[in-house]
């Protein structure tokens, strides 16, 4: 059976009490989650935020990013090491923010992965197209080339605690919306795609969450889709009534 995750990215949003606050709030309006709720603050709540939530069952750490290498004179970095010794659990690889901005590549996503698994950290790696590969219909391919570069040099049980996390960057913060059939298909292609390389057990086996702008109105709908294990929320974690009726949502 797959597991159910909700993780909530904040991104670099609030300050250290609001974030206290903030993480309040979730405690106390998430009741009993199906699966598991997966806490994404910024680098300098994390051991408070992680604090917090290991009083609560299915409630996790995650960092938003990382570095690929161990230590050394990288002003401004974090790396695995760090991130395990404040209490993080997951850590986010390849945001299309991280993909986009900071013009981060496959193969250097590539070994953030391989350090974080060697450190005891889930990645939850994330793949998606942009507006103009959409609309050209190559959609699939794009998003498998990132999967192949990402992820297909591990072992299959480096492989099994990976989350995968589908980013359909034209439907982030643009005003277009992705259907819940979108979704689906672009889930299902993905775990097609891992059955190839890792076999049918794996695939079915496999949390690929969403992470298209999802709210407290869609989410019910998409988490309904048959190859869709929850989602990667950006704005909607930011308010605690929202984020407990996505969570809620969970099959």
Not at 60 to 86: I, R
Not at 108 to 118: D, S, W, Y
Not at 141 to 166: N, P
């Amino acid at each position: 059976m797959r597991q159910q995750i909700v993780a909530g990215n904040w991104k670099m949003n609030k300050n250290y009490e609001e974030a206290v606050e903030l993480t309040r709030a979730i405690l106390e309006k998430v009741e009993k989650p199906q699966g598991l709720v997966v806490i994404c603050p910024p680098f300098p709540h994390l051991r408070d935020v992680g604090k917090m939530i290991k009083v609560r069952k299915n409630f996790h750490l995650a960092a938003q990013n990382m570095h690929h290498e161990d230590k050394g004179a990288f002003t401004g970095e974090v790396s695995a090491d760090m991130l395990v010794s404040v209490g993080a659990e997951f850590v986010i690889i390849g945001h299309s923010e991280r993909r986009e901005y900071f013009k981060e590549k496959n193969p250097l996503l590539a070994q953030k992965v391989n350090v974080a698994l060697a450190r005891g950290l889930r990645p939850i790696f994330c793949c998606g197209e942009p507006l103009h590969v959409r609309e050209v219909d190559t959609h699939v391919g794009y998003v498998s080339k990132q999967l192949k570069a990402g992820l297909f040099h591990l072992r299959e049980e480096d492989f099994r605690k990976v989350v995968i996390a589908y980013e359909p960057i034209w439907a982030i913060g643009t005003g277009r919306t992705a259907s819940s059939a979108q979704a689906q298909e672009m889930h299902a292609a993905i775990r097609i795609l891992i059955a190839r390389k890792f076999g049918k057990v794996v695939a079915d086996e496999m949390t690929i969450l969403y992470g298209g702008s999802v709210t407290a109105a869609t989410a019910e709908e998409l988490f309904s889709q048959p190859d869709v294990d929850g989602g990667l929320v950006g704005g909607a974690s930011l308010k605690p009534d929202d984020f407990a009726a996505i969570v809620a949502a969970l099959k």
